[in-house]
């Protein structure tokens, strides 16, 4: 592995507290592997079910709902340092429940569940993160649930938004408007109502697919 893979690898939230003699040791198991992926290549899915925890390294990368009838829904969006496969790494799930596809040339780290288990074991600080990331994710997931059941557009544009801002001046939509008005389950001409609102209340300026800030305490995570 590249030193600077290797550095994202220990600075990202879920190794940041493992001691550096256990993530060498970790890094150099049998049961981690490095992967690349193309752009539109699939990650993580159904057909390529793996039970393992993965850390992007290099690249972005969507994570998307399948619904029935092959509708796709985006989840999130995955950039350097982001993990995958938590859910289920310890779920004795028969399917992968969410697709994870490559947004252009990507790198990622996999570690296996067994390996997972021993890290758990060796390190203190690794085990507090992972079930802090954990929580994050249950978090996350909870915020995203309420973007479906709101009733109002806008209420459903701004609980969205909530779940994939992670603090800073501007969030980047993760797709074209065509696509999050099919994720919100909204028109298009809805959808961008519920923009032209949100930017009278002052909440967000959008530009193309860049959103502006201007309100952060109401699109931070609480």
């Known amino acids: 592995m590249l030193k600077r893979d290797r550095e994202t690898l220990r600075t990202s939230e879920l190794f940041e507290g493992a001691p550096q ?11 981690c592997w490095t992967v690349g992926a193309g752009s539109g290549e699939t990650i993580l899915g159904c057909m390529e079910f793996c039970r393992c925890l993965g850390v992007l ?22 950039e350097q340092g982001k993990t995958f496969g938590m859910s289920t790494l310890f779920y004795e799930a028969a399917a992968c429940p969410t697709e994870i596809v490559a947004s252009g040339a990507c790198r990622m780290v996999f570690f296996s569940k067994e390996l997972v288990e021993r890290a758990f074991a060796e390190s203190p600080e690794f085990a507090r993160s992972y079930v802090t990331l954990l929580s994050r994710k249950i978090h996350f997931l909870n915020r995203r649930l309420a973007t479906f059941v709101e009733a109002d557009c806008r209420d459903k544009l701004l609980s969205y938004l909530s779940g994939i801002y992670a603090g800073g001046e501007s969030v980047l939509l993760p797709g074209s408007m065509s696509e999050l008005a099919q994720t919100l389950g909204v028109g298009r001409a809805s959808l961008y109502r519920a923009f032209d609102a949100l930017e009278e209340e002052g909440i967000l300026c959008r530009d193309g697919r860049n959103i502006l800030v201007r309100n952060a305490e109401r699109l931070s995570i609480e």
């Not at 256990?22 to 198991?29: N, V, Y």
């Not at 290099?58 to 995955?78: D, E, F, H, Q």
């Open 21 to 31: 003699e256990a993530l060498d040791r970790w890094l150099s198991d049998e049961g």
């Open 57 to 78: 390294l290099r690249g972005r990368a969507t994570v998307y709902k399948v619904c029935p009838g092959g509708r796709k829904v985006i989840l999130s969006v995955l």
